[in-house]
């Protein structure tokens, strides 16, 4: 757990890198073990310069240690952008685009994207009339009204 807004482990003397000798490349670096210009010395030189916003995960409690989230959204869109060099026509990518948009619309909202595109196209003519009111997020309300109705 976090204390005092530093993660377990970390002191406030590492938070200052080049100056307190913190980290040991920096302590290897300031009793001249590494060559300045090596590619290590390079790193190491270059550290102090962006040791603020390395760290700042330290400093911020609750931050996640990785990116996960982010890296998943892009494989979403990495694969897709794979698979749509085999579309044929413009007309299909744009269609293949639209799916994907309304899948990943249905999943960020918890709705079952399948069930989703049964009920757009089970209830096609309300949908063109009010294409607001079958979005992911509000078409169960909107798909029990027309069922009550009919």
Known sequence: MVAGGLRSGQSN?????????????CRKFNDKLVEPNS????????????????????????????????ERALKRAIMHRKNAL??????????????????HTCELNGVNAFDYLNQVQLNADAVTE?????????????????????
């Open 13 to 25: 003397s590492d938070a200052g890198c080049p100056s307190t000798g913190g980290p040991v490349l």
């Open 39 to 70: 590619a290590l010395g390079e790193a190491i030189n270059h550290l102090p310069k962006r040791w603020e916003p390395l760290t700042l995960f330290l400093r911020t409690a609750g931050a996640p240690l990785d990116n996960n989230v982010c």
């Open 86 to 103: 085999f579309y044929k026509t413009r007309n299909g990518a744009r269609v293949g685009d639209m799916y994907m948009s309304l899948i």
């Open 130 to 150: 009010s294409p607001e009111r079958w979005m992911p997020w509000n078409y169960l309300t909107n798909s029990q009204n027309v069922s009550d109705a009919a």
